[in-house]
């Protein structure tokens, strides 16, 4: 059996109500970063505007001794392990959900390639297998997050000893520094989103796993889909369209891969239809990329992996390597030029 249109077309909505339910909680967790960076911007201006008094920045020893930047980085610490703990029971409060989605919409899929006015005998998961998904994936979750405040209020540490040429405007050299402890602040809850993206669509694929394990017996595998625009790494566009088997976890995309996989039906002959299968709808992603203009192809790509692609000094399908990631998952990732 092949990806018909129909079929297609419930991933489409899929990807539309799980991007939805991610997107909220990335949502949730800007506003929680936002305001807590807000709380304790008094007392790093503070802090700032001492330590940059003397027209130069202090050593090392001096900027841990100042009691305001103490202060600061004392309430700098406990926002973030305030943020730590709230961020992972935000992105836990979904895990149960998407786990359903990836259910749900497996099903959904596989009955868009049935036979229309034929009944589709379709297993439901074990819930001790779904609450073994929940488990795994919000221990994860706990893992990831709890080294959010060790790891940021080092990266805001290293800032402050990096220092700032003050001269003779300390007010400019002062708001210079919150600037960039504000970034540091904020790589924070650019992991928490990724956190969340990364495990809350595992959890999916994960549960759709599942529900391709339960129903073998009407399956071929998997095919794997990337979402085709502009924002699609190199190795997602070359995993596309690939099949798998469906015992075959996946797809095992890099940190923030949108990618999904495609439940295929077998061949109706062979499930006993004396009909033939539709024509696959699916696209040839080498196509698609080899249709968009040439700024995109650059935006994708880069020059250089570009330019290599159209010599044939690397072919589409070396895009993406494996790659073993201990305490996580294999995933898939763009090869290096080097390489």
């Not at 570009?306 to 010599?311: A, E, F, W």
């Not at 201990?326 to 998952?329: D, I, L």
């Given at each position: 059996m092949t990806?018909?249109?129909?079929?297609?077309?419930?991933?489409a909505a899929m990807r539309v109500e799980v991007d939805?339910?991610?997107?909220?909680?990335?949502?949730?967790?800007?506003?929680?970063?936002s305001g807590a960076w807000a709380e304790v911007t008094d007392e790093w201006t503070l802090a700032l505007d001492e330590l940059t008094t003397a027209g130069e920045w202090p050593p090392r020893t001096q900027v841990f001794r100042a009691k305001r930047a103490q202060r600061a980085l004392q309430a700098t610490s406990d926002a973030l392990e305030d943020l730590a703990s709230t961020s992972g029971v935000r992105i836990i409060q979904d895990v149960p959900v998407m786990s359903g989605l990836g259910m749900v919409w497996a099903e959904q899929i596989v009955a868009a390639q049935w036979p229309k006015g034929e009944a589709l005998d379709w297993a439901a998961v074990d819930p001790k297998a779904l609450s073994s998904i929940v488990k795994r994936i919000t221990g994860q979750v706990e893992k990831a997050t709890r080294r959010l405040p060790h790891?940021?209020?080092a990266v805001m540490k290293q800032v402050l000893v990096r220092g700032i040429a003050v001269g003779d405007n300390p007010r400019r050299a002062a708001s210079i520094m919150l600037d960039r402890l504000g970034g540091a602040f904020d790589g924070g809850r650019r992991r928490a989103e990724t956190i969340a993206r990364t495990e809350m669509l595992d959890a999916h694929r994960a549960a759709a796993l599942a529900s391709r394990k339960e129903n073998a017996g009407v399956l071929a595998g998997w095919e794997w889909q990337a979402t085709l625009?502009?924002?699609t790494c190199p190795a997602c566009l070359s995993m596309h369209g690939r099949a798998f088997p469906v015992d075959a976890a996946g797809?095992?995309?890099?940190?923030?891969?949108r990618c999904a996989s495609l439940p295929i039906v077998k061949p109706w002959r062979e499930l006993g239809f004396d009909m033939d299968d539709p024509k696959s709808e699916s696209l040839d992603a080498e196509e698609w990329f080899n249709s968009q203009p040439e700024k995109n192809q650059v935006a994708i790509m880069g020059p250089e992996?570009?330019?290599?692609?159209?010599?044939?000094?690397?072919l589409w399908e070396d895009l993406a390597v494996r790659r073993d990631n201990?305490?996580?998952?294999p995933s898939y990732v763009v090869r290096p030029l080097e390489g």
């Open positions: 990806a018909t249109r129909e079929a297609l077309r419930q991933a939805k339910t991610v997107d909220q909680a990335t949502r949730d967790l800007v506003q929680a970063w790891d940021q209020a625009d502009v924002r797809p095992q995309g890099h940190p923030n891969c992996r570009l330019r290599r692609l159209r010599s044939g000094d690397l201990p305490g996580w998952r």
